[in-house]
């Protein structure tokens, strides 16, 4: 729950929360039981492998400056997702709970600071109400997971016929996509948000193509005209795609968008000259002041997961990241209910948002959208329980009660 409640804090805090949760692991017992149950979990060969042939490039590869930090952190990638696949179902619901509860009072510290006015708020919580670095983007990636955790619970009751009953998460998933939007300026969450929703409502209605149809329809127009004809996010879009065209004119200049061109093509050249074996963990840095233009030299990550461990650590490395990512939206996806509706979008979100963002190299994302994602998709992966959000909730809340339960479920 600590772990839960901290993801919207510094990196700091959170890498606390990872640390006491891994030695609280060590210590408590029941380490045969979590070997065996991460054994039995889809991802941990895939995992397996990743480590392996990072490990092998490590050997064989070159060393730089930089190889001991990507050696860490491409250790803890790994290492956030074996967590949260070894936590109980209970101890994921706690985790689960903590997340959710520093979520909605998040949401209402940002409803209270832009009705009054804006006031001095305590500097480690300054990332929730405004544009703060890399925390803002990950305070975004997380509201956004929010977001789409209420557009699934709506289009579930949608499918129950309560429709009333769907009108507050609605109302919740466009206002967290204007707080993504707007104070917190990341595109990056308004784009998974809109192609999140699309494939939950797919999931729900893949065998009702006539409500399929229909629901698609009016979620474009009711995202479309509740996100994207906002100005400011227009012009955004508008000052990207002019900052594209001028860098691929040759002009280079610090725009978001501008140096992922740089970025992504340069990053391709590394991966295309040693598709093997990369050049090394740590490698890409080295490459990038070399080939990348001087003006952008700061950068020690390309905002793209799949491409830094190319780069570092050829195809094979690549492709094992890609595929355990892949392989958890494919597992969230075989689950035909509720829950792995909600297991969908969270690991959707990460995967979007590891192709065109650090969200899985850089910890101040990594260690709060990751591991929420890993435990929604851990929650999705009780074969055997067919509700396994149930006593998310106290049975006292009855007016929530609902939301353990799958609405498109009939009572028993």
Known sequence: ??????????????????????????????????????????????????????????????????????????????????????????????????????????IVLVIVFYAVGGFNIWSPLRAVVMEVGNKSISNALLFSVVASTAAVWGIAQIAAHRPLRAIPAFVLLLGLGLVVALPLTSRTSVLALLLVVPVVCIHQWRSHVKMLVGALVLGSVVMGAGLYQLPQLQHKVEVGVQELEEAQAGAVFKGSWAIRYYMYRDTGLMIADRPFTGWGIGGWTDQWHKRGPALLADSNMPHNDFLWVGAQGGLPALLSLLFIMVAAVWQAWKRPDIAGRYALAATLIALIASSVNSAMRDAQIGLALLFIAMVYLRLAQEKNDPNPWRGLLSSRLKGLESLEKDPARPAA
């Open 1 to 106: 729950m600590f772990w839960g409640l901290v993801v919207f804090m510094p990196v700091g805090v959170t890498y606390l929360s990872a640390i006491v949760l891994l030695l609280a692991m060590l210590v408590a017992g029941g380490l045969r039981e979590r070997y065996a149950r991460l054994r039995a979990n889809p991802l941990w060969w895939p995992v397996m492998a990743y480590f392996a042939w990072t490990f092998i490039v490590l050997a064989i590869g070159q060393h730089y400056p930089e190889t001991g930090s990507n050696l860490f952190h491409g250790i803890r990638i790994g290492l956030t997702m074996l967590m949260a696949m070894a936590l109980t179902r209970e101890e994921a619901i706690w985790a689960l709970r903590g997340f959710l509860l520093v979520a909605a009072l998040n």
